[in-house]
């Protein structure tokens, strides 16, 4: 199974609204980013975590909560956004042992947030 | 510091016809990897091939080719006889021990095929 899955597909909020985001993989893998892509860009890595933990946020707002429930679960809490948060959010995750830049990466569907 | 260029932002072919994707890459590490992803509309990344620095030989895989050329520092993916449903948005990822712990990708821009029935 080389499935990640995302859930919602589709999120319309208000700004002051709180939502969640979830991602969920059963590769066996122990690490799992967040990754936000605008319309006609690449993906931007937001957060990485690596054994249920967090190891790297690239200087992403505090509006964005990631939590990594278990090996197999990642969140992303959403609390106050803003319109230009509208974006699609993308889920991935790689083995973890190893030279880490050597394992490709395995993305979900994403999810398209409409902030209003 | 990495970097990947993909210099055609879009192009159109008539189905039936190949068409090469171009990837150049820039990074001061002797070890990386080279990544290719294909996004269709729906918005999923599909991963395609990991290529090493160290493994020059070319690959093909079905109608999917990549040439990779350590001389030139450029990583090209051609589809043969190309398909409607090879349309997407096609992105090449550079990764290495300069990304660090993050095991960031550097992505490319990306390139828009579209294929014309």
């Known amino acids: 199974d080389t499935e990640v899955t995302q859930t919602p597909k589709h999120l319309v909020m208000g700004m002051t609204n709180k939502k969640s985001l979830k991602c969920e993989q059963h590769m066996g893998h122990r690490a799992m980013y967040w990754y936000k892509q605008k319309a006609k860009k690449p993906p931007e890595l937001m957060f990485v975590?690596?054994?249920?933990?967090?190891?790297i946020n690239e200087s992403v707002p505090s509006r964005f909560s990631p939590e990594c429930p278990n090996s197999s679960l990642l969140n992303l809490h959403l609390h106050a956004l803003q319109p230009e948060d509208s974006a699609l959010y993308l889920c991935?995750?790689?083995?973890?042992?190893?030279?880490?830049?050597?394992?490709?990466?395995?993305f979900g569907p994403g999810t398209r947030l409409t902030v209003l | 510091a990495q970097k990947v260029t993909q210099a055609q932002t879009e192009i159109s072919v008539v189905e039936k016809e190949d068409v090469t994707l171009d990837c150049v890459y820039e990074t001061r590490d002797t070890t990386y990897y080279l990544f290719w992803y294909k996004q269709p509309p729906s918005g999923e990344l599909v991963f395609l091939i990991r290529r090493n620095s160290f493994d020059e030989q070319n690959e093909i895989s079905g109608r999917y080719s990549w040439n990779f050329q350590k001389s030139t520092s450029s990583f090209n993916f051609t589809i043969t006889a190309s398909q409607v449903v090879d349309s997407a948005v096609y992105f090449c990822a550079l990764s290495s021990i300069s990304s660090g712990s993050a095991r960031q990708l550097t992505f490319g821009s990306g390139t828009q095929l579209t294929v014309l029935p």
């Open positions: 975590y690596s054994y249920e933990k967090l190891s």
């Open positions: 991935a995750s790689s083995q973890a042992q190893g030279r880490p830049y050597y394992n490709e990466q395995f």
